[in-house]
Structures are given as C-alpha cells and as structure tokens.
C-alpha cells in the first residue's frame, strides 16, 4: 500500500516530532489534539526548529516553507477522514487509547492503516477496539523524533505483512531504521531493556545510595550514555515513566512495581521539563 496522506492524533512531543519529520519528508500531514494549546504550541515548536535548521544552513527558506505548506493543524478528528494512515501519539493511557481507536475505526476509509505509538502497551488489545486489526500495528519511534533514527515497528497477534512491511517502507523514507518485534510482548525491545533501568535508578535514589547528579554522571561516565536516567526522565516525562511501569506491574508482575518516590513526584506534579520541575528545576 502507498502511504501519502499521513495523520497524527497527539501534538505533544512526541506528535510533534513525528509530524514534522514526516511533512519534512515530503508526506502531507494532518494534526489533531483536543486541547488547543497544545496544536499551538506543536506548530510554534516545528516552526522555531526548522527556521533554526535555515539559519545553520541545513535547509533552504524554500524548503522550509515547503514542509509547512504540508503540515495542517485540523479542529476535529472527523476530518482524518481522507487519511492513508493515523499514527497515535497520545498518553500511554490504555483506556484513553482504546476509545480514540473506537472512533478512528470509524472515520477512517476500510484501507487505512492505524499505528500507534506507545512505548509498552500490547498492540493486539489496543487492536481489538477496531475491526482492522490485520491493518493495526505499532509504529514506535523515540524522542525526540526528528533526531532519533531507530523505529520500533511491532506485530500485533493479528497484524498483516502487508502492514507491517508498509510500516518499515515508511520509516525508511521517514529517514529512520526499522526493527521488527515479532512477538507483542510490554515495552517492545528497547523499553523492555530500559524502563528496569529506570527504576533502578529511582530504588538507588530512595535508599540513599547516591544522589541524583552522581547517578546520572555515573551512567554517562560508566556506560557511555549520552544523558543519565534522571535528566532522561525529566526530558521525556516523569508520569510517562510512572504510567509504563504500572502497566508492566499489571501485566508481568511486581518486579516492575514503580517506586513510592516515582509516584509521588507524578502527585506532586512535578513530571520533568514540560512542568518546569522535575528531578531537576527549568524554572528559572
């Protein structure tokens, strides 16, 4: 299947970053977020990166203004109708996700593909709210998007290979490199082998082993990581973190149970950079 017209439900960060990456490769591109504020900070957002990217000369103004003209901020999520394929950004919620399948089904003509990106949840049951489930799969990319090469794009139980090699076609033109996860398992590859970390990190702060500054350092120092577990948190969000590990409690056991600490700094609000306040303070 050709995939031309491209939707995005999420202009958060990570709706954002794809959005982009995909108007930026040629794709023309619908955005769609209930909250307002939200489509117009995601559009303030594409606009300021890809103006810097004419000022250092990594594109023309032409080129630029190119994308834009690609990249249209819609009011409703009826008008994905004309779509080829809907990727979902929103909260790693898993009912939040299964109504807005509910209604994608419907919009959506019967040879569109629906993608999702989270991180963790199963793609088999976010499937089953739909009645495509052999056009549903995971299309998971990383944060931020515009910069991170590597596409998760996952099998759900029922997943075709028409879709799913629709999916790795796409990523390639995207500018991204596709691995295949074979099987629906939580958390995918990556945040299989990540979220532990995580929480490990959290468990060491709790038990006064080391602080945060030294946690981090220790990680960019010791494995060579381009940023510590605490300032990676507070980059892609703290609640995101604290919702995929409940997820993996309910579904693999109390192995993944989140730390007190991880569950009060959600309470308290305090969810990273997008809050002005996480593991560390952006307020000033």
Do not use: C
Request: proline share 4%; hydrophobic share 40%.
């Amino acid at each position: 299947m050709s995939i031309q017209k491209i939707g995005i439900v999420g202009a958060g960060a990570m709706g954002t970053g794809i959005a982009h990456v995909a108007a930026q490769s040629g794709f023309d591109v619908k955005v769609f977020d209930e909250f307002a504020p939200a489509k117009e900070k995601s559009l303030a957002t594409i606009q300021k990166l890809s103006s810097s990217a004419v000022e250092k000369g990594k594109q023309t103004n032409e080129e630029r203004q190119q994308m834009l003209s690609r990249l249209q901020y819609v009011d409703s999520l009826q008008e994905m109708s004309d779509r080829d394929l809907i990727i979902e950004a929103i909260i790693e919620i898993f009912d939040a996700k299964i109504a807005l399948h509910k209604q994608l089904d419907v919009i959506l003509p019967a040879n569109a593909i629906i993608a999702t990106n989270t991180s963790s949840m199963s793609i088999t049951a976010i499937a089953a709210a739909t009645k495509r489930p052999d056009k549903f799969a995971g299309m998971h990319f990383f944060n931020p998007a515009q910069v991170m090469k590597l596409v998760e794009v996952i099998r759900g139980l029922n997943s075709s290979d028409e879709t799913i090699n629709t999916l790795k076609d796409l990523s390639v033109k995207m500018g991204k490199v596709p691995v295949e996860v074979k099987r629906d398992t939580p958390g995918f590859i990556v945040n299989r082998l990540f979220l532990p970390q995580m929480r490990e990190a959290v468990k060491i702060l709790e038990e006064g082993i080391a602080s945060i500054e030294d946690i981090d350092t220790a990680m960019k120092l010791g494995l060579n990581h381009p940023m510590g577990p605490f300032t990676l948190m507070d980059f892609t969000g703290i609640d995101i973190h604290y919702h995929v590990l409940d997820y993996y409690r309910r579904e693999m056991g109390d192995a993944y149970l989140p730390p007190l600490l991880l569950k009060q700094m959600v309470q308290a609000g305090r969810l990273g950079k997008k809050s002005g306040q996480g593991w560390y303070d952006y307020s000033k």
